[in-house]
């Protein structure tokens, strides 16, 4: 590839996701593209829809011209109903009809990757008529394809990839969502520190600081007095930052200690993905 440097990692584990997501729908019979997925209101036929639009949209296609029904109740927000368009366009698509599309522009796409010379900071397309940098772009695609691999994945009985390059991807991009959800949305005190301490197959253990200001930081020394620890396994940690599970349906996978009422606060800020 000549993709730049700061790409590469982000080219990578995309490839790595999109290719298992085409590996794992490619055998499926018509009845199992409906199966329910842990993504709310999305079938496995809606996230393989899902990913086509999205990198459609990175290839510069023009977007669907279509009407939302008015009965989808997942669809709350102008967001919601962006992302839904080239998902509803799709529902009676069939297997064969999906898997020859998702074939065709993984072949678009992996082509767009080999001659790759734009600048990292070069302004792209985003959601909802927004701009973001080409480096931020190809972040977001291997954090969404890995994400929605292993929806895939759950929807299908096939675990894996959970150590996989989007994996690492995903865990670097929900740390920095750390501290606006220890600080802001679950409102740790100033001068306190909260641990998060995962363990599976991406392990990692982070202190959440409040500065004086409340403002927060994160960072790899341990507190000797944390206000809570919260400790729990890769694949809760990521159900829960991604909004697939609430913090009650995995009470039993997951320890806190110290502030009781702080560490439920923080389970419920987790989910950060719209």
């Not at 292993?150 to 894996?160: I, K, N, S, Y």
Request: glycine share 6%; hydrophobic share 40%.
């Amino acid at each position: 590839m000549t993709v730049h440097p700061s790409l590469q990692t982000y080219a990578d584990a995309w490839t790595h996701s999109i290719e298992a997501i085409a590996e794992l729908v490619q055998p499926l019979v018509e009845g199992e593209w409906n199966r329910a997925t842990p993504c709310p209101g999305w079938s496995v036929r809606d996230i393989v829809s899902h990913v086509i639009g999205m990198e459609c949209e990175m290839l510069g296609d023009p977007r669907p011209i279509h009407s939302l029904p008015r009965d989808l109740y997942h669809v709350r927000g102008d967001f919601a109903r962006y992302m839904e368009v080239p998902v509803d366009v799709r529902r009676h698509h069939t297997g064969p009809e999906m898997t020859a599309e998702l074939e065709y522009v993984l072949i678009r796409r992996a082509r767009k990757l080999r001659t790759e010379n734009r600048a990292p900071d070069t302004l792209v397309r985003a959601p909802l008529g927004a701009e973001q940098s080409l480096e931020l772009a190809y972040r977001m695609r291997a954090f969404d394809v890995w994400v929605h691999e292993q929806d895939l994945r759950t929807a299908l009985g096939v675990p894996g990839n959970l150590d996989s390059p989007g994996a690492h991807v995903v865990r670097d991009t929900l740390l920095l969502t750390l501290p606006k959800v220890v600080a802001r949305d679950a409102g740790a005190p100033p001068g306190s520190a909260v641990v998060l301490d995962v363990h599976g197959p991406v392990e990692f253990l982070r202190t959440v600081r409040v500065d004086a200001d409340g403002r927060g930081t994160v960072d790899g020394t341990p507190s000797l007095g944390p206000a809570a620890t919260l400790a729990m396994d890769w694949e809760t940690f990521v159900r829960l930052s991604c909004g697939r599970v609430r913090p009650a349906a995995v009470a039993d996978r997951v320890k806190t200690d110290g502030d009781e009422e702080l560490a439920a606060a923080i389970l419920a800020s987790l989910a950060v993905t719209p």
